[in-house]
């Protein structure tokens, strides 16, 4: 088991009625440059996209981001900021959930000294 403690984030992101006014070929195009911040990040960001429109009224997507460097996790959203896509108002980050994934076994393993069986 590695020792590095894995962080997993939720991002829960609003994408306004003048993103769903674009003719689909301009989201993509506009999207491209996000997806090819988050290929830059591969190996140390792992992304996942999910649609929650149809399902929650809160947002209408999520990202499942996991990574065992947040610097990492930080410079590629700070990047994505700047997009077009978001940068010029699209989309917004309503909330961040974030964890860490079996917090509790490494503290026991590191402070305490217990056995991680």
Known sequence: ???????????????YPAWLRLARTERRELAQDMYEIIGRYAGKVEVEF?????????????????TEDMKHYH?????????RAYAGGYVKIVDVTIGIR?????????AL???ES
């Open 1 to 15: 088991m590695s020792t590095a403690l894995q962080y997993g984030i939720m991002v829960k992101l609003e994408f």
């Open 50 to 66: 999910y649609d929650a429109d149809a399902l929650h009224g809160g947002f209408t997507d999520f990202v499942i981001c996991r």
């Open 75 to 83: 410079y590629m959203w700070e990047e994505i900021r700047d997009t």
């Open 102 to 110: 079996d917090a509790h076994r490494a503290y026991e393993a590191e």
């Open 113 to 115: 000294g217990m056995d």
